[in-house]
């Protein structure tokens, strides 16, 4: 078993739905989470770091973690075109793990 | 404000032939350094780190080397390409603090034939 698990999609959503993200993980030693954004052919960038189970809101994007469960969720409100990419979850102890990444197409 | 480069950008390599990739970040001192390797559809595999000049940790035994001359600057190298090295190359830095995250590089495109 993976110690991350993300489904790889593909998900096509329209301009304006809400985008659903999610992650599952089994080390209970993970303390960190975050979501990276990567456009194609392109590194991941930084998109919402979080450390504590809740919510985080930064803009139209929320990130969830609820480590009782061991799951996170990213959330785009009013997507855009431009939101299409690949959304990689990670999380650390020493080092850091990564699911396998959802690609997202935002269709005009 | 902190930077990190890659080069080359793309790389087309015949089998058996050596590869170097160079990576170097700006704006930071004394950083971690991370190299990973994306193939399509798997996700980021993380190759080697690096927590100091001339120390490197091993993550996956393979045809790869890392090394770290210098505080800031991380090398990839192989003595033999085979094909099964081809895909998209990242190196990444994070502070040495253990809150702290990683920022990723541009990435090379390396493909071996």
């Known amino acids: 078993q993976k110690e991350v698990e993300q489904d790889p999609g593909p998900l096509s959503v329209p301009e304006g739905a809400i985008v659903s993200l999610n992650c599952t993980y089994s080390?209970?030693?993970?303390?960190?989470f975050m979501w990276y954004r990567q456009y194609s052919r392109k590194g991941p960038e930084l998109l919402m770091y979080?450390?504590?189970?809740g919510n985080k809101e930064d803009g139209r994007f929320t990130a969830q973690v609820d480590k009782s469960s061991k799951y996170i969720s990213l959330f785009i409100r009013d997507s855009q075109p431009s939101d299409s990419a690949t959304y990689l979850c990670?999380?650390?102890?020493?080092?850091?793990?990564f699911g396998a990444g959802t690609t997202v197409t935002v269709r005009a | 404000s902190q930077t990190i480069h890659q080069w080359p950008a793309t790389l087309v390599q015949p089998v058996g032939s050596p590869l170097s990739l160079e990576c170097t970040v700006e704006?930071?001192?004394?950083?971690?350094l991370y190299w990973y390797r994306q193939a399509a559809g798997r996700g980021l595999q993380l190759l080697f780190y690096?927590?100091?000049?001339?120390?490197i940790s091993s993550e996956v035994p393979q045809n790869l080397s890392a090394s770290r001359p210098q505080d800031r600057q991380f090398i990839l190298s192989s003595k033999k390409l085979l094909l099964s090295d081809s895909g998209f190359y990242l190196c990444?830095?994070?502070?040495?603090?253990?809150?702290?995250?990683?920022?990723f590089g541009p990435g090379t495109r390396l493909t071996v034939l």
């Open positions: 990444a830095w994070k502070t040495s603090f253990a809150t702290d995250t990683q920022y």
């Open positions: 080390n209970s030693a993970f303390q960190y």
């Open positions: 979080t450390y504590s189970s």
């Open positions: 990670a999380m650390n102890d020493y080092k850091l793990s």
């Open positions: 704006g930071t001192s004394n950083p971690n």
């Open positions: 690096s927590v100091g000049i001339g120390q």
